[in-house]
């Protein structure tokens, strides 16, 4: 390191510097993922600017990991193709197998066991074929770890055996210490305690001194889980508190849901449930953050790959371009050279060489026909493109949806039920957080309810049954639903419905003013009221859900009304209640279905009106109203 840092410090020639900045890229990777960065970016600028191949590929290879460290998925995949692509075309073997790494490691985040067991073992044959150990060992590490996380752990044992053995003389710290946190895994894993304990504790002894937060906060954490499996609850909780500072110093997510996850089952089984359910409901918590984040990172790392794809399916199409320009110059060339030669000979061939170019024109006229047809499939292509990353951002927003508004109410539901399935949680504790269960439970059903009714009216659409409806006879079955959660917030709902007939769909009715009415409650303050009325107004009926609770501003009155959008934020009610953001949209939706419209009036601090334009409808005696 300090060779090389002299080596930046002096006058020396740009390959010189382009070389000493690689190699402090690589050094530092593992250890100061910054500084590395900043080595890297200024590598890459100047092998670009030199033409070195190899160094580009190497500084590209580089970058594509730090970029994985980082958790920046995207570029991880953009710069690790990349050095891939320029080592395919100069057959650079250790940058070959350093790439498909980068590339394999991805597919491991993906849980995708298999492709990356494929890439690695390339990059292995691809380490032997240079005799790089550094190479061979990295290969060996990540085949042995995808090996055990599927569960094949002779295999798996195998590959770190072999790695260990290499490591003989490279004396790679990052390496051993990975190596025996696997070996560990196997172990544990095949049930042999001890022994996974003594491998762990050895990648402790060596992560340590050297500084490698990351492997020590996952040593600290299976020793912990190792110790609690052999009943030593003393220790488990020893190792476990220093991985969860270490965890938290360093924001290292995983390894944090893991301690929680690990003293939630310890405090259970020493029958502490107080802190049993504290570390619970913290593993419940932040796993559902890291499952959200997990479901964007996939989703950003297909979406790189489609955009390399479309790049590459550019550059072909520009390829064809060129190939048919330089197939059209070198034709008129022959036909020019032709042409001047023949000239010299006969009038008659003259005539000849006429037909020829017509025949030309006629080639020329077909080229820019299929010219028209490209650019046109081209606009199509980008147009399909624009439709799926729209489709991807909705896509990510349902994801985080059902990972984290969906899944906590169930996963606190579930942890309840099962401290009462075990008789740890007394009458008196249930009593005091089953209205929170309830609250829980019933948005659960509300956002479930909303987001089939959307998926439905996005993937197939609604085939919408007007018929003559009494709207007392709708607006019932929605005050019973809802009665519970206006009690708990001591609301006063006040019904002044006149007489009328409406021509609506009754199933899509309910769900607009139960969605209404859920957002006059919501939204409502302790003790405050509710006024549901309706008015005549020549062919329509004017039906009012009124609240005088928090309101809104005019930004967010604009953005509900006016503005295009499938997926609201949305706000938190006076009681912390929360929701998915679909129901005003489906409302605006279902009414725009049956020939009706929502208006909405409202002021910060007075409360919001909600008018449902209906069809009116007169009937007679004969015909049926429902």
Not at 66 to 77: E, M, N, P
Not at 214 to 230: M, P
Not at 446 to 473: A, R, Y
Not at 533 to 559: F, N, P
Request: net charge neutral.
């Amino acid at each position: 390191m300090d060779s090389l840092n002299n080596v930046l410090s002096h006058e020396v020639s740009r390959e010189e510097r382009l070389s000493a900045l690689n190699q402090l890229t690589f050094l530092t990777r593992e250890k100061d993922l910054n500084q590395a960065l900043i080595w890297g970016q200024r590598a890459e600028e100047l092998a670009i600017e030199i033409n070195d191949s190899l160094q580009i590929s190497r500084a590209k290879g580089n970058l594509g990991w730090i970029y994985f460290r980082l958790g920046v998925w995207d570029k991880a995949f953009r710069y690790s193709k990349d050095s891939y692509l320029i080592a395919s075309t100069q057959n650079y073997k250790y940058e070959l197998g350093m790439a498909l790494n980068n590339l394999g490691s991805l597919y491991y985040r993906q849980d995708n066991y298999d492709e990356a067991i494929k890439d690695f073992k390339i990059a292995y044959e691809y380490g032997k074929e240079a005799d790089e150990p550094y190479l061979i060992i990295r290969s060996l590490n990540n085949l042995a770890l995808n090996y055990s996380l599927k569960g094949e752990f002779d295999s798996a044992y195998l590959f770190a055996k072999e790695a260990l053995k290499f490591n003989e003389k490279l004396d790679e710290k990052y390496f051993i210490t990975f190596t025996h946190r696997v070996l560990g895994d196997i172990y544990l894993g095949k049930g042999e305690i001890d022994k996974a304990i003594q491998s762990y504790e050895q990648s402790l002894k060596i992560s340590t001194p050297e500084s490698l937060k990351t492997s020590e906060a996952l040593v600290l954490n299976r020793l912990g889980n190792a110790y609690f499996i052999k009943g030593n609850s003393t220790k488990a909780i020893e190792y476990l508190n220093k991985g969860l500072i270490i965890s938290k110093e360093n924001g290292f997510l995983d390894e944090l849901v893991e301690t929680y996850k690990t003293f939630a089952k310890i405090y259970d089984s020493k029958g502490d449930i107080p802190k049993a359910f504290q570390y619970q409901k913290a593993y419940t918590e932040l796993n559902a953050e890291r499952e959200a984040a997990s479901n964007k990172e996939k989703m950003e790392l297909l979406l790189a790959k489609f955009e390399i794809e479309k790049s590459e399916a550019e550059i072909n199409y520009l390829k064809i371009q060129n190939t048919l320009k330089e197939v059209e110059i070198k034709s008129f060339n022959k036909i020019w050279i032709m042409f001047t030669v023949f000239t010299v000979i006969s009038i008659g061939f003259l005539f000849w060489m006429s037909i020829i170019f017509k025949k030309k024109q006629e080639a020329n006229k077909r080229l820019h026909v299929k010219r028209t047809i490209l650019e046109e499939q081209k606009r199509e292509l980008q147009k399909k493109s624009e439709e799926l990353t729209e489709s991807n951002r909705s896509k990510n927003r349902i994801l985080s949806i059902l990972g984290h508004d969906l899944k906590s109410p169930v996963a606190q539901l579930k942890g309840v039920l099962d401290l009462l399935h075990s008789q740890e949680l007394s009458r008196e504790e249930f009593d005091g957080i089953s209205h929170i269960l309830k609250r829980n439970v019933d948005g659960l059903f509300e956002n479930i309810d909303n987001i089939l009714s959307w998926s439905k009216s996005q993937m197939e659409g609604f085939k919408v049954q007007l018929l003559p409806t009494n709207l007392k006879k709708v607006i019932r079955p929605c005050l019973e639903l809802l009665q519970y959660q206006a009690n708990t917030k001591e609301i006063t709902i006040t019904i002044n419905i006149i007489e009328e007939i409406a021509l609506v769909d009754q199933d899509l009715l309910q769900l607009i003013i139960r969605n209404l009415l859920s957002n006059a409650i919501k939204f409502s303050n302790k003790g405050s009221n509710i006024d549901i009325y309706s008015q005549k107004d020549t062919d329509l009926i004017r039906l009012v859900i009124q609240d005088y609770g928090i309101g809104m501003s005019e930004v967010q009155l604009d953005t509900i009304i006016n503005q295009n959008v499938s997926l609201l934020e949305s706000s938190i009610g006076t009681d912390k209640e929360k929701g998915t953001g679909l129901g005003l949209n489906l409302c605006k939706e279902f009414l725009g279905l049956m020939g009706g419209a929502l208006i909405l009036e409202s002021k910060k601090g007075e409360g919001t009106k909600a008018i449902l334009l209906l069809q009116s409808i007169t009937v007679n005696k004969a015909q049926q109203v429902i």
